[in-house]
């Protein structure tokens, strides 16, 4: 069973930096693109970043340059490295995986960053 469990969310002041952690479960990251969304309030679930299978990755134009999404094979972790963070980054940040057809959440970890 595929399990997704993302942790390092919290508060902080504009400009400052968060990591975020996504452990995986019964999936392999390193086979699959694992990917960061995030969604606030009642706006679309938006894509962040993602990572694929060899390693590259992508980002929203809004967080490129800020963002760094990088992997732990070993650790089978995925990271969301966010700096100069402002209020519309805030956010439930989510980790998302595709793998054999379906599609796989975690339930989220909140990013809140104060003016």
């Known amino acids: 069973q595929v399990r997704l469990v993302e942790s390092g969310g919290g508060t902080v002041q504009s400009g400052g930096s968060l990591r975020l952690f996504c452990l995986g479960s019964?999936?392999?990251?390193?086979?699959?693109?694992v990917a960061w969304y995030r969604q606030d309030g009642g706006k679309a679930r938006e894509l962040v970043a993602d990572?694929?299978?060899?390693?590259?990755?992508n980002y929203a134009d809004s967080v490129k340059g800020r963002f760094t999404m990088f992997r732990d094979n070993a650790k089978n972790t995925v990271y969301l490295e966010m700096r100069s963070l402002n209020a519309e980054d805030t956010a439930v940040y989510y980790c998302h995986i595709h793998q054999d057809s379906m599609e796989y959440w975690g339930t989220g970890t909140l990013v809140t960053v104060r003016s």
């Open positions: 019964g999936t392999i990251f390193s086979d699959n693109t």
């Open positions: 990572i694929d299978r060899s390693g590259r990755t």
